[in-house]
């Protein structure tokens, strides 16, 4: 089993509409999680940290829960400019720092 | 302007002369660590280091060496590049409060080994 696990997509989703990623990471001792967003190459850049309890941002919300070791991205109201890959991070408590490979979003006009 | 500084962007080079690309953090990270992106293959950690002359390999550290002498400076080299390490490379560094934390990256470079 892959340490971070993402859907690749790619996942065409019309303006406006809500978008979902989910994200499932193999060791239970992982620290932290993060959400980070990537555009064509560019280097990748943080959207948001992932907290047990939930946290938003904006159109952006992060979910985290321990028990399934599943981490969660939904988008409300996604625009042309969420266009992107999305790419969930895991902390695996060891200081080492893992990616998933990623999720492509099109957003479509 | 807190940022990491990745040089160069763009190199090609030949099979076995050899080659570093520096980085540079001005925000006194103490984690800093280098990554490999693949089509495919996604973000791969290379190296990594938790403070001034503390190393550790990541997940494909052969062919590749890195130094920690100052904290700021994290070079990566490549003693005898071959045409697998083709990639584009970024250099990444976090505050390491309770574990490294959310990383900022540097631009990146795209290496090309003929």
């Known amino acids: 089993r892959k340490e971070v696990e993402q859907d690749p997509g790619p996942f065409n989703v019309p303006e406006g509409a809500t978008v979902a990623f989910n994200c499932t990471y193999s060791?239970?001792?992982?620290?932290?999680f993060f959400w980070y967003r990537q555009d064509c190459r560019k280097e990748p850049k943080l959207l948001m940290s992932v907290y047990s309890s939930g946290n938003e941002d904006g159109r952006f919300t992060a979910q985290l829960n321990r028990a399934s070791q599943y981490i969660s991205l939904l988008i409300r109201d996604s625009k042309l400019s969420d266009s992107a890959t999305y790419l969930c991070?895991?902390?695996?408590?060891?200081?080492?720092?893992?990616f998933g490979k990623g999720t492509r979003l099109h957003i479509l006009p | 302007e807190a940022q990491v500084t990745q040089n160069p962007r763009y190199l090609i080079t030949v099979t076995g002369k050899k080659l570093t690309v520096t980085c540079s953090q001005n925000m006194n990270h103490e984690y800093m660590s280098w990554y490999r992106q693949d089509p495919g293959l996604g973000l791969r950690q290379i190296y990594y280091?938790?403070?001034?002359?503390?190393?550790d390999k990541g997940d494909v550290p052969e062919g590749y060496k890195v130094s920690r002498k100052e904290k700021r400076n994290f070079p990566l080299i490549l003693e005898s590049p071959s045409p697998n390490q083709t990639s584009l490379y970024f250099c990444a560094s976090s505050p390491k409060t309770g574990g490294p934390g959310p990383l900022h990256f540097g631009n990146g470079t795209r290496l090309t080994v003929t």
């Open positions: 280091s938790m403070n001034v002359e503390v190393t």
């Open positions: 060791n239970s001792a992982s620290q932290s």
């Open positions: 991070v895991v902390n695996r408590g060891d200081d080492k720092i893992i």
